[in-house]
């Protein structure tokens, strides 16, 4: 199973002619690498696997898969 988690991107830049974006993911920021999506614009969120952000989304589905990945969270640390 893959883990993909949405996140904010604040900013983006080229490295090496490649598309980066630094990406706010609950008050953590990393960078995240954009050529799978290449329409990607800041304040667009992103969901991010491994490094690469591989769907945008629109940020209700963020705030929904963050509820839910905490529900998650808390249900296995009662288990």
């Known amino acids: 199973m893959c883990l993909a988690i949405p996140g904010e991107i604040v900013s983006i830049h080229e490295r090496d002619g490649l598309r980066f974006a630094r990406v706010l993911f609950g008050g953590v920021t990393r960078e ?7 329409t990607s ?3 667009d969120f992103v969901l991010v696997h491994v490094g ?3 769907s ?3 940020r209700d589905e963020a705030a929904r ?6 529900e998650l969270a808390e249900a296995s640390e009662g288990a």
């Open 32 to 38: 995240v690498c954009l050529e799978y999506q290449p």
């Open 41 to 43: 614009a800041v304040g």
């Open 52 to 54: 690469f952000a591989i």
């Open 56 to 58: 945008i989304v629109d």
């Open 65 to 70: 898969t963050l509820e839910l990945l905490r």
